[in-house]
């Protein structure tokens, strides 16, 4: 399984940014796709999770109602809009999969290798 994310960069703040996360190597409608983040000198935290085959998603406390999770099951492609971007969201954000539901990163069995989104003030 690979995940590959991109559509990291430089964006003011109140700004706009898509990520996106390419799957393959395998059927994902079973599966947990999550984003976490990591800012400099922090750990990784939870962005967001939800079920490729619809129902639940989770946001985390800060990012709900600015980010959007999204996918293309036909591309096999998640996406995660950020709007109204803040300083505090500057990370490198990664995309994740795994069987279990949650918030944890154990929680998830393949990373893609991370895109650096920065938020200039």
């Known amino acids: 399984v690979q995940l590959q994310a991109s559509g990291g960069g430089l964006v003011q703040a109140g700004g706009s940014l898509r990520l996106s996360c390419a799957a393959s190597?395998?059927?994902?409608?079973?599966?947990?796709m999550g984003w976490f983040r990591q800012a400099p000198g922090k750990g990784r935290e939870f962005v967001v999770a939800n079920r490729w085959c619809g129902g639940s998603t989770y946001y985390e406390d800060s990012v709900r109602g600015r980010f959007t999770i999204s996918k293309d099951s036909a591309e096999n492609t998640i996406y995660l809009q950020m709007s109204s971007l803040k300083p505090d969201d500057a990370a490198v954000y990664y995309c994740a999969m795994g069987s279990h539901y949650g918030t944890a990163q154990a929680a998830y069995d393949y990373w893609g290798q991370g895109t650096q989104v920065t938020v200039s003030s």
């Open positions: 190597g395998r059927t994902f409608s079973s599966y947990i």
